[in-house]
């Protein structure tokens, strides 16, 4: 079975705070990715990653950043997070081509 | 306008029930559709996909397209409470690629 873990079910931070959700993939899966999930708006996506190192924006990467130092972890980085980044942050990964596998997320609030 | 849209509901039906979800695009490109299930505090799984207009069933469940209505529906028959979940549709222009579109999910309970 492939397991995605994130390190946090639930996050409290401070307005201002570096933030920091780790997402690791025990299936070799080349694609790795970072979605928050908003009510009314579905998924969408921040970044993605098709290598270790590489990185691609998604829809709305603004206020975020990626690390793919390995090829199983993917972080997402919020360089200082701000109220309007409270969501539910999902993290996946893919074989190339191929169907997403999803972690349980994370879910962040930031007061 | 939204490239996806999905009533989110909440829809509670009584345990036997057919179950109707439904999502409409504007993205003519779209060609895969997917149905995902997403349990309260998990994350979204795959439930069945479709390649372009047509009707694709698994057990329970059968998932429609109707490319030229750009309309999209998953039927549950016999709706069970284990059904119980938010269901989020999906699209993309290929296959695993990274632009996967989402509907915002409809919130299903299905009562005993």
């Known amino acids: 079975d492939v397991k995605v873990t994130q390190s946090s079910r639930y996050l409290v931070k401070r307005t201002g705070e570096k933030v920091f959700l780790e997402c690791v993939q025990d299936m070799d899966h080349e694609n790795m990715f970072w979605y928050r999930q908003d009510p009314g708006l579905g998924l969408r996506l921040i970044y993605f990653?098709?290598?270790?190192?590489?990185?691609e924006k998604g829809d709305i990467p603004e206020g975020y950043s990626v690390s793919r130092e390995k090829k199983e972890r993917f972080s997402l980085i919020l360089e200082s997070a701000s109220t309007n980044q409270t969501s539910m942050y999902l993290c996946?990964?893919?074989?190339?081509?191929?169907?997403?596998?999803f972690g349980p997320g994370t879910r962040l609030t930031v007061l | 306008q939204k490239e996806v849209e999905q009533d989110p509901g909440p829809l509670s039906v009584p345990e036997g029930a057919i179950v109707s979800l439904n999502c409409t695009y504007s993205n003519s490109a779209f060609q895969y559709f997917m149905w995902y299930r997403q349990y309260s505090r998990k994350g979204p799984e795959l439930l069945m996909y479709t390649y372009s207009s047509g009707n694709k069933e698994d057990g329970r469940f059968t998932a429609q397209v109707d490319k030229s209505s750009k309309y999209i529906s998953l039927f549950i028959r016999d709706s069970q409470p284990s059904d119980s979940a938010t269901y989020l549709c999906?699209?993309?222009?290929?296959?695993?690629?990274?632009?996967?579109?989402f509907g915002a999910g409809t919130r299903l309970t299905v009562k005993p």
């Open positions: 999906a699209m993309s222009a290929d296959w695993g690629n990274n632009d996967m579109r």
């Open positions: 990653s098709y290598d270790v190192k590489m990185k």
């Open positions: 996946a990964s893919s074989p190339p081509r191929d169907t997403q596998y």
